[in-house]
């Protein structure tokens, strides 16, 4: 007793037909349609220009390799001889 049957439905879709008229409902869903529509482009929109508005991300950093160092000269001492 507390939910609905398919003839409680079928009767509040009777009244509604009689209220508004079958044009009207049929305009009224296509007008909801409409609207969805337009929701849906408006958020497409949006994230498009958040895309645009926002930098690339920049490229990783490359690291430089090293050149292996040349060993440095070694000094070498001579000793003088005094004669």
Request: aromatic share 8%.
């Amino acid at each position: 007793m507390g939910s609905f049957s398919i003839w409680h439905w079928m009767i509040v879709l009777v009244i509604v037909l009689v209220l508004f008229g079958r044009g009207r409902v049929s305009e009224i869903m296509g007008d909801f349609g409409k609207g969805i529509k337009s929701f849906k482009e408006g958020m497409n929109e949006e994230e498009a220009k958040k895309a645009a508005a926002s930098p690339p991300p920049a490229p990783p950093a490359q690291i430089a390799t090293q050149q292996p160092m040349e060993p440095a000269p070694v000094a070498t001492e001579t000793k003088n001889e005094q004669v």
